[in-house]
């Protein structure tokens, strides 16, 4: 397991009873209250979270009562997936408000300590011409810069942003890892299917930088949808840790890059792999002689 900070009742005596109280608390609350949406204060972006097919209900609760909630049954719902260990869908099923809206950014919020949100952004603004850069050199990137600079000629207003979406999407061929893996593309007119999808991934109905529907899937369940790209993928990274799971083999260098290097989160002492570390020398040095030239 990667992540590394995951709280845990303070004595082993009432574990099991704290966890079926409020397993059975969230269950009954899943069943009384209908979904809702929460305000945001963040900066505008292409999209926000998507809240089709979810109907209000009349004795639905409010965004301020679903963050009430879900801040209260926090070390519960901990308990509950490190040590019953349900499947996902099992724990949609009894938390369903953390997969509406931001829910399952600030779940990660409240295991790390950070705003994934806010740091993806942060990082992105320091390095994302860096990271293009290097990729530049790089066999296979052609298309995705391709894609980013058309993106950006359609609506320039968006070109720090589009710079977003396009070093996310570099980040696993530059660690030679795939992007496929991660975000898989559909026709805009296909049904998305879970079916095989065990680990959690992203799939974007049409391309990437013209999507504004990506739907995060993981055991074969479709989890939450979203219109816009870097919200999905802060939800996709943030699933590993909500739902305590390693990260796949074939990203793993990628994921531990985001860890590590764009949320600096290091507690767990693994070692930085030789291509993250490859990675940070070429953005760094990039970002030297960028300043110089000014």
Same mark, same amino acid.
Not at 14 to 33: L, P
Not at 83 to 93: A, F, G
Not at 141 to 160: C, G, H, W
Not at 179 to 194: N, P
């Given at each position: ?14 574990? @099991?009873? *704290? &966890? ?8 009954? /609350? %899943? +069943?009384?209250?209908?979904? !809702? ?90 390095? @994302?011409? *860096? &990271? ?8 296979? /990137? %052609? +298309?995705?810069?391709?894609? !980013? ?146």
């Amino acid at each position: 397991m990667t992540a590394e900070l995951v709280p845990a009742p303070s004595t082993a005596s009432n574990v @099991a009873a *704290a &966890i079926k109280q409020g397993v059975a608390a969230a269950a009954a /609350a %899943a +069943s009384s209250s209908g979904d !809702a949406d929460t305000d945001s204060d963040e900066p505008k972006k292409k999209g926000r979270p998507s809240t089709s097919g979810n109907k209000p209900a009349e004795n639905e609760k409010s965004p301020e009562e679903i963050s009430e909630y879900l801040e209260e049954t926090f070390d519960v719902r901990r308990s509950f997936i490190t040590l019953e260990m349900p499947s996902i869908p099992e724990v949609k099923e009894t938390y369903p408000y953390l997969f509406r809206n931001k829910h399952m950014l600030l779940e990660f919020q409240r295991i790390s300590k950070v705003d994934i949100d806010h740091a993806i952004q942060e990082y992105c603004v320091k390095y @994302a011409p *860096a &990271i293009l850069a290097v990729a530049r050199k790089m066999p296979g /990137a %052609a +298309s995705i810069l391709r894609q !980013a600079e058309q993106a950006k000629e359609e609506n320039a207003t968006l070109r720090q942003y589009w710079d977003m979406v396009s070093a996310i999407c570099l980040l696993p061929l530059l660690h030679r890892e795939n992007l496929v893996e991660m975000v898989h593309e559909v026709g805009e007119d296909d049904e998305v299917d879970a079916t095989g999808k065990i680990v959690p991934m992203l799939v974007s109905k049409g391309n990437i930088f013209s999507s504004d529907q990506f739907f995060l899937i993981a055991e074969e369940t479709v989890l939450q949808e979203f219109e816009e790209f870097t919200m999905a993928f802060g939800s996709l990274f943030a699933s590993y840790w909500v739902f305590n799971m390693e990260y796949p083999r074939t990203l793993n260098n990628t994921y531990m890059f985001v860890q590590k290097v764009m949320l600096h989160l290091r507690g767990d002492q693994t070692p930085l792999p030789p291509p993250c570390k490859m990675l940070v020398q070429q953005l760094t040095k990039w970002s030297r002689e960028h300043r110089k030239k000014k």
